[in-house]
């Protein structure tokens, strides 16, 4: 962005808007926005400048009256470079809490001497895990497991060998063959249904109707309509 | 005599956009006249020529010298 220059701003506006007023300083604004630096038009009468960075310019002298002219006037006070910081805070009502105002508390140690008393019960029951533990690990032996399971389940290398040789040896025309001949065995063919649907059974007769004494007429109450 | 020789810093070709959609090419100029500026100034693209530059120039110039006279 151009930076702003209010030289060159009044400079601008005497040489090509001669004719002085908020119309002509709105077109200068639509037509040379380099020249405003961002600003925007503001004041009831729209013959003021407003920087981004906080000053206000006055650009016309006795805004809508026949001795109206260009001018450029700094109406902040904060002199040819404006306030040090426009945005800045203003002191305030609050100040930081004084945190040593707050105690903090004593550490109390509840929960070390129960850990250690439970830790302490615990002492003789993992020692018998322990014990346990080394028990299963001798009795564990890998040898009788391999001799069980020789004893009990055939080898698979030889079962699965045989498997295979019989698969080398089968012949894939015979099983087409085969299953060729299937045709002549299983007929396939579509046929009426050769059984006779089983007689209908009569229904469960009812009985008659109960006789009206038994349940005699209630009169059901009118109700009023809904509007 | 206040010294108000032109310093041109930057002149490139813009476009613009008209509220309507349409667009049209400018050249923008950049410029000081002495110590005063920057002066921004734009220009028709298929009307600018150095003489219209050089008026544009001059007229600022003239009211540069009114105002410090």
Known sequence: MTPFNGDALLVMLLTFYPIVGPAALARA????????????IIGREGDALLLPDGRVFDLIFNVNTPIQRWQILDVTGGGPGGPDHPFRNVEGPLVPIDESAFVEPTPHAVFTPLVAASYQELTPRDNAIGVSQTT?????????????????????????????????????????????????VIDAREHDLDEHAPPEL??????????????PDVEIPQLPPPF | MVDLTPEFTDIRDTVRIERDGTTAREKRVSFYLGKFGPFVEYFDAATFSDGLLRGRVEALAQTLRAVHS
């Open chain 1, 202 to 215: 009569p229904a469960d007769d009812p009985g008659p109707p109960p006789s009206r004494t038994d349940y």
């Open chain 1, 29 to 40: 604004r639509a037509e040379r926005p380099e020249y405003f630096a961002g600003g925007v």
């Open chain 1, 136 to 184: 299963l690990t001798e009795a564990s032996s890998p040898g009788d497991l391999e001799a069980a399971l020789s004893a009990t389940i055939d080898p698979a290398f030889p079962a699965l060998n045989q498997e295979l040789a019989s698969l080398d040896q089968s012949v894939p025309a015979d099983v087409l063959d085969a299953a060729r001949q299937q045709g002549f």
